[in-house]
Nanobody, 115 residues
């Protein structure tokens, strides 16, 4: 079982990044997927949620209107499109797949927003 994030990096304020979360070893479409982030000195924050089918999404107020969560179950991959990035978005971003009695986390990818 594995979740592997990619797509992080350094971006200027106002820029965009797309994070990917590649799943393997389990039936990805049966799991709700979430993106979380942890900034230095702060608690982990739930950023966005998407249902297994992809029909339902939800966002933290801090990213609503700027971030979009999506998934391609045929490719066993989830995404987080991040636009209009701000320095406050700097954090390690983690994807998580969860259903009853099973939760999997990725290793995280660093996103740094700085000029």
């Amino acid at each position: 079982v594995q979740l592997v994030e990619s797509g992080g990096g350094l971006v200027q304020p106002g820029g965009s990044l797309r994070l990917s979360c590649a799943a393997s070893g389990f039936t990805f479409s049966s799991y709700e997927m979430t993106w979380h982030r942890r900034a230095p000195g702060k608690a982990r924050e739930l950023v966005a949620t998407i249902s297994g089918t992809g029909r339902t999404t939800d966002y933290a107020d801090s990213v609503k209107g700027r971030f979009t969560i999506s998934r391609d179950n045929a490719k066993n991959t989830g995404y987080l499109q991040m636009n209009s990035l701000k320095p406050d978005d700097t954090a390690v971003y983690y994807c998580r797949a969860e259903r009853a009695y099973a939760t999997y986390w990725g290793q995280g990818t660093q996103v740094t927003v700085s000029s």
